[in-house]
Every structure is written in C-alpha cells, then in structure tokens.
Nanobody, 124 residues
Framework: QVQVVESGGGLVQAGGSLRLSCAAS????????MEWYRQAPGKQRELVAG???????SYSDSVTGRFTISRDNTMNTMYLQMNSLKPEDTAVYYC??????????????????WGQGTQVTVSS
C-alpha cells in the first residue's frame, strides 16, 4: 500500500504564487507517474499536470506557462509551483501517484493512489 499526502494549499491573491507538495510513503513500491488534478465546486476533476518516472512533463492548456511540476525521486515527492494565480485556479488540488507495490506474491500491477486533497483559493 502507498499513502499519499498533499500540502501547501492556502489563500492567495490573484497574481500570487503557491507551492504544493505531494509525498508518497509505504512499503516497498516503485512510482511510475505522478499527477496533479484539481476539482472546483460544481465541476469535474481535471488533470492539471503530470510527470513521468523519467521526468517528462505535461500540462493542461489552462496552466501552461504558469505552473511547473517537478519531482524528487529520492524522496518520493512531487511539487507543483503555481505562479500568476488566477481566481479560476481556485479548487481542491489532488495528487495521484501511479505505482507498483511489492507483496509476498511479487510485484503487483500499476495502481492509482490518491491523496486527500489540499484547498487552493485565489481571491480577486
């Protein structure tokens, strides 16, 4: 099993910055991809950014040029640097870790592990 915890959310004025962190922990596991999603009130959860085990990154059009995703493989931690924040960035941000874990039967298939979410509120 893999536990995922996000941190770093808060209230910021438009144009400001925040840095989110996502830490994965647990028994023996290997992380494949790590992703940030967000869900605004009344809207579906959407993919914001992702980073592969090799460091390749991707972003949604709405955050390209403003957000930067990174990861520290030695610490099983991922970050989302959010700059030039807008009120429409207000949402609960979730971390998704795609990982394989080792049990007594061997390595299992890739699974998604979600954090509890962290609130980001951008005031105008």
């Amino acid at each position: 099993q893999v536990q995922v915890v996000e941190s770093g959310g808060g209230l910021v004025q438009a144009g400001g910055s925040l840095r989110l962190s996502c830490a994965a922990s647990g028994s023996t596991f290997n992380i494949n991809a790590m992703e940030w999603y967000r869900q605004a009130p009344g809207k579906q959860r959407e993919l914001v950014a992702g980073i592969s085990s090799g460091g390749s990154t991707s972003y949604s059009d709405s955050v390209t040029g403003r957000f930067t995703i990174s990861r520290d493989n030695t610490m099983n931690t991922m970050y989302l640097q959010m700059n030039s924040l807008k009120p429409e960035d207000t949402a609960v941000y979730y971390c998704n870790v795609v990982a394989v874990s080792l049990s007594f039967t061997g390595w299992g298939p890739p699974r998604s592990y979600w954090g509890q979410g962290t609130q980001v509120t951008v005031s105008s």
